[in-house]
């Protein structure tokens, strides 16, 4: 009887030789074997953020909207109108470092028009409304938070993360083999070069987590097979 166990970081494949000679089949080569799991773990992939995106149109179209995590945190002054008044377009910051980036940024502008008798008022007025403004920010964010919970999208979101990390590991795996024989060779090239010309890899996410593009990667270790 044959036995499959899917290991992480690898796959295993346990077959009896009695089943191999008796079957008269040859057995699967390990890139087979990795591109197979892959080909199966990828449809759950698309499976998992399909309802990922589906949850997310769920909770923007629910009642209230989508909340906004984002506070204004500046303007841009665009002149005046017809009567006079101010034209300003609000700037916002998305996340906290921004925000303490904008006030930081801000600090330096106000201290530059103010006597030093004065810089000391500026710098806890600047903090008071940082202060607020991060507050404003932390607020909103545990709202979305707990929306995000309601509905079920943070659940989504960790399982579909992490059936995706699954597929990285398998196509680090691919990635990485040295094929044993030519054919093998042939086999991993052309569905190295397929993967980058359809969405059925992560490979073109260059910098997540490999030092170096990797299709150069796979292609050192077809170099490596006849070394």
Same mark, same amino acid.
Request: hydrophobic share 40%.
């Given at each position: 009887?044959?036995?499959?166990?899917?290991?992480?970081?690898?796959?295993?494949?346990?077959?009896?030789?009695?089943?191999?000679?008796?079957?008269? *089949?040859? #057995?699967?080569?390990?890139?087979?074997?990795?591109?197979?799991?892959?080909? =199966?773990?990828?449809?759950?992939?698309?499976?998992?953020?399909?309802?990922?995106?589906?949850? $997310?149109?769920? !909770?923007?179209?629910?009642?209230? &909207?989508?909340? $906004?995590?984002?506070?204004?945190?500046?303007?841009?002054? =665009? &002149?005046?109108?017809?009567?006079?008044?101010?034209?300003?377009?609000?700037?916002?910051?998305? $996340? *906290?470092?921004?925000?303490?980036?904008? %006030?930081?940024?801000?600090?330096?502008? !106000? !201290?530059? %028009?103010? $006597?030093?008798?004065?810089?000391? +008022?500026?710098?806890?007025?600047?903090?008071?409304?940082? /202060?607020?403004? +991060?507050?404003? %920010?932390?607020? #909103?964010?545990?709202?979305?938070?707990? =929306?995000?919970?309601?509905?079920?999208?943070?659940?989504?979101?960790?399982?579909?993360?992490?059936? /995706?990390?699954?597929?990285?590991?398998?196509?680090?795996?691919?990635?990485?083999?040295?094929?044993?024989?030519?054919?093998?060779?042939?086999?991993?090239?052309?569905?190295?070069?397929?993967?980058?010309?359809?969405?059925?890899?992560?490979?073109?996410?260059?910098?997540?987590?490999?030092?170096?593009?990797? !299709?150069?990667?796979?292609?050192?270790?077809?170099? =490596?097979?006849?070394?």
């Amino acid at each position: 009887m044959d036995r499959r166990t899917v290991l992480k970081g690898g796959i295993a494949v346990a077959l009896t030789a009695h089943t191999a000679v008796a079957s008269g *089949e040859a #057995l699967p080569s390990t890139l087979d074997m990795l591109i197979s799991e892959h080909t =199966r773990v990828l449809a759950l992939d698309k499976a998992a953020w399909t309802v990922v995106a589906d949850l $997310s149109e769920r !909770l923007d179209e629910s009642e209230g &909207g989508h909340p $906004s995590v984002r506070v204004q945190t500046s303007y841009l002054h =665009r &002149g005046r109108d017809a009567d006079g008044n101010d034209i300003k377009t609000p700037i916002y910051s998305y $996340s *906290e470092a921004e925000i303490e980036k904008a %006030f930081a940024d801000d600090l330096k502008t !106000l !201290l530059l %028009f103010n $006597s030093a008798s004065r810089q000391a +008022l500026v710098k806890e007025n600047c903090e008071r409304r940082l /202060a607020a403004k +991060l507050a404003e %920010f932390r607020k #909103l964010q545990a709202e979305y938070d707990q =929306r995000e919970q309601d509905i079920g999208l943070t659940e989504a979101l960790a399982e579909a993360r992490r059936i /995706a990390d699954e597929v990285r590991d398998i196509e680090a795996e691919i990635i990485a083999l040295v094929p044993a024989t030519l054919a093998e060779a042939v086999q991993k090239a052309a569905w190295c070069a397929r993967a980058y010309q359809s969405d059925d890899a992560y490979l073109c996410e260059h910098g997540d987590g490999h030092q170096q593009n990797p !299709l150069l990667m796979a292609l050192e270790a077809i170099g =490596r097979a006849s070394a």
